[in-house]
């Protein structure tokens, strides 16, 4: 088979991303591709002990820590999982991937960008993803869908997510070709519609 396609779904918690990589992954599937739907952190096996420790450890974890901790686990999913599948020619669809180490812990815990590039170049070996949908929502919007019931990333407060945010919105503005940015509060159907469009485009 040919060279498979590697999508990745970004965006601040609650924006949708994880409704639309569902509906893309049926819409693949009806037409007869192979599809793999994957995340980041934690896909399976050693992923999954490292996803816990981000999500869930309770003791004080440094921001450099923080990011070699997603490093390792993208190195892992990209050697493992993700690259056989693209060279199997299946599409894989992520849900997070190396733009949430740049928005998260770079623009929201502030470590060196140049750094975090670097270090995402060595993780994935270079590989990158062929299309990135990113997300949009207003920060109150995101805060209302998560609820109650947080991890240790979704705690970190208002103004670490509204820096999370502009990340977001940065990187789309430096990658245009790759970055594709989407209203998030829009109607499902019509996310999915606008996605679409820019699969069948691609």
Known sequence: MSKGLFITFEGVDGCGKTTQIKLLKEYFEKQGKTVLLTREPGAKGLGVKLREILLNYDGEVSPNCESFLFLADRAQHIDTIIKPAVERGEIVLCDRHTDSTVA????????????????????????????????????????????????RMESAGVEFFKRVREGYLNIAKQEPQRVKLLNGSDKIEDIHSKILDIINKY
């Open 104 to 151: 998260y812990q770079g623009y929201g815990r502030g470590v060196d960008l140049d750094r975090i590039n670097m270090l995402n170049d060595i993780a994935t070996s270079g590989m990158k993803p062929d299309l990135t949908f990113i997300f949009d929502i207003d920060i109150e919007t995101s805060m209302s869908r998560v609820g109650k019931e947080k991890d």
